[in-house]
């Protein structure tokens, strides 16, 4: 009974919390000793509407989001928040702003940029491209193929065309470099980590989530009373902060 207690204001359960804090070492002590209990919390919103999933979605935090997969219930996997977003969508959003930032030098504004921006875009990798990792290109095309199916931007197929011909030329710029690479890259190894926090991998978090949604499954609705609480915990939020009635 006491893991089901919300607190008052953030209505946090204690393993929310601790996922909120990133507290791996708190979130797996937890697990292990009172899973059963913690299980019951995975599908409680906070007061923004979100369930764990979502703050750990949002963090990053893809050894926590590993854990909730491993013991959580599968509409959790596609239960939305209060703002209509599934947990994939949220991982997929942040990871493609990541690709783009590292892959591309910029949103270069070409000469015949028009006014509507979409027509004419053109994204050009950048030098230091070649220097990725072939996991980031398999990613990203598993990222423009998640959206195809989705049909996330199926009223904008300019938009769509920009990022899939982008996808296609990052694999073949890949290959190029591979083909011309004389000489053996060094593995690289990342140090054992004694921080008890779980730090924030928004690519790591992508793979962790995108292997367990293999399937297009039937999203888990918000209610409306949760919106109306999130949008009620907001203004309350924002007029302490402004201190209107101090």
């Not at 599908?43 to 750990?56: C, E």
């Not at 493609?96 to 994204?123: E, K, R």
Request: with cysteine.
């Amino acid at each position: 009974a006491l893991m089901l207690r919300q607190s008052r204001t953030q209505r946090n359960t204690p393993f929310a919390d601790a996922v909120k804090k990133a507290n791996l070492r708190l979130a797996e002590l937890l697990i292990r000793t009172v899973k059963s209990a913690v299980v019951s919390t995975l599908l409680l919103r906070d007061s923004t509407g979100a369930t764990p999933l979502h703050s750990a979605i949002l963090q990053g935090n893809s050894k926590i989001v590993s854990h909730l997969i491993s013991i959580g219930p599968p509409d959790m996997l596609y239960l939305e928040n209060a703002v209509g977003s599934t947990p994939m969508e949220i991982i997929r959003l942040q990871f493609l702003t990541l690709s783009l930032q590292g892959l591309v030098s910029g949103l270069a504004q070409p000469s015949a940029l028009n006014i509507h921006g979409v027509d004419v875009l053109q994204l050009t990798p950048s030098p230091g491209m070649r220097d990725r990792d072939e996991k980031d290109v398999k990613s990203l095309r598993r990222v423009v193929d998640g959206i195809k199916s989705s049909g996330a931007l199926a009223a904008k197929p300019a938009l769509f065309k920009v990022l899939s011909d982008f996808a296609d030329r990052s694999e073949k710029d890949f290959a190029i470099w591979v083909t011309r690479k004389s000489t053996e890259e060094v593995p690289l190894t990342e140090p054992p980590t004694k921080n008890e926090n779980d730090v924030c991998d928004v690519k790591a978090t992508f793979d962790v989530f995108s292997k367990a949604v293999v399937e297009v499954h039937q999203r888990q609705l918000v209610s409306l009373r949760d919106v109306q609480n999130a949008v009620l915990a907001a203004v309350n939020s924002a007029v302490s902060s402004s201190g209107i009635y101090s």
